[in-house]
């Protein structure tokens, strides 16, 4: 069994900067995928961004692109996201997931969820 334990969330000005981090522990291989995804209230979950554990290849969404990067540490089996130019709209909990087989920007094709972090941006 994989546990996912989440950190890093809190309270922002828009502007503002923020980094999470996701600890894995237990049960792991090699070739797995490692992602955030976020949910905003009364909205779906949606992929942030995700990286490969084994290659390091990332993929992140549009919305995340030149200012948020997804990055691994090996050593620690931790992932981060950091956040640079934090919008309101950013605002939701954001969730860590772990699947087999490397990144997918589907929620459905994750296994292991944290429990989530909250990210709030005040305009």
């Known amino acids: 069994q994989v546990q996912l334990v989440e950190s890093g969330g809190g309270l922002v000005q828009a502007g503002g900067s923020l980094r999470l981090s996701c600890a894995a522990s237990?049960?792991?291989?090699?070739?797995?995928?490692m992602s955030w995804f976020r949910q905003a209230p009364g909205q779906d979950r949606k992929f942030v961004a995700g990286i490969n554990w084994n290659s390091g290849e990332s993929a992140h969404a549009d919305s995340a692109k030149g200012r948020f990067t997804i990055s691994r540490d090996n050593s620690k089996n931790t992932v981060h996201l950091q956040m640079n130019s934090l919008k309101p709209e950013d605002t939701a909990v954001y969730y860590c997931a772990r699947r087999d087989g490397g990144i997918s920007v589907s929620r459905d094709q994750y296994t292991n969820w944290g429990q989530g972090t909250q990210v709030t941006v005040s305009s």
């Open positions: 237990g049960r792991t291989f090699l070739n797995y995928g």
